[in-house]
């Protein structure tokens, strides 16, 4: 089965310090691997995504995730955080499944990232 | 407009009731997508329009929920006879290409349901 994980709930990390949100996936083939941002209230805004190419891609606002097949593992980075980038942090891939998949995207359970002055 | 535009934001329905929930995706999008959001959860695939055609409803939870997307533009998704257990956030996401080209999805703020 397709699933994505995301094995902290919450991240906790200091104003200008690098911060690391972790995604691993399973899926068959080759993935198509997103990362979303939600503020309170508010729906999932676009981060970057990994469809081919370099394996470090970069996003929206100074993020930038590292894709690894070998670890099956696409965590989200950024080199200094701000107190504005607390949120929850969604990991999602594309449902590669057969007979129904028209490319709805599986998320984890996502992680709550608190950033600190 | 300029995204993805959902209404209400805010539903409150009794145990019994129906409810419509409304989805206006970005002009020109091909492919719209309704997500159900648990509390403290991920969203999870409901359903896939491209244009106006259903291509995918196999995440819809059971028959009481209906979607349709009649012009290839504005959705609406349905829920009859609500339960407490519809209690979510809707969400709804189009993008510009068939879902299957990894285009991102673009997504509104969403429809909080709450049955009582």
């Known amino acids: 089965a397709q699933s994505v994980a995301q094995p902290e709930d919450q991240v906790n990390v200091a104003e200008g310090n690098p911060l690391t949100v972790k995604c691993t996936y399973s899926?068959?083939?080759?993935?198509?691997l997103f990362w979303y941002v939600q503020y309170p209230n508010r729906g999932l805004q676009f981060l970057l995504k990994?469809?081919?190419?370099?394996?470090l891609v970069k996003g929206s606002y100074g993020f930038e995730a590292e894709f690894n097949k070998s670890q099956t593992s696409f965590h989200l980075k950024k080199p200094s955080a701000l107190v504005s980038d607390s949120a929850l942090y969604f990991c999602a891939v594309r449902d590669m499944s057969y007979g129904g998949s028209q490319g709805n995207l599986i998320f984890g359970k996502g992680t709550k990232l608190s950033v600190k002055p | 407009g300029a995204g993805v535009s959902q209404s209400p934001r805010y539903k409150v329905a009794k145990r019994g009731q129906d409810v419509a929930l409304r989805c206006d995706p970005i002009?020109?999008?091909?492919?719209l997508f309704w997500y159900q959001q648990a509390l403290g959860q991920g969203p999870e695939f409901l359903t896939y329009f491209q244009n106006e055609a259903q291509l995918d409803k196999s995440g819809l939870p059971s028959d009481r929920f209906f979607a349709e997307r009649p012009e290839g533009s504005v959705s609406t998704l349905k829920i009859q006879r609500t339960q407490q257990e519809d209690s979510a956030v809707y969400l709804c996401?189009?993008?510009?290409?068939?879902?299957?080209?990894?285009?991102?999805?673009?997504f509104g703020d969403g429809t909080r349901l709450s049955i009582l």
């Open positions: 002009s020109g999008h091909v492919s």
């Open positions: 990994y469809i081919t190419g370099d394996n």
């Open positions: 996401a189009s993008s510009l290409a068939r879902g299957t080209q990894g285009q991102p999805q673009h």
């Open positions: 899926v068959s083939g080759n993935p198509y």
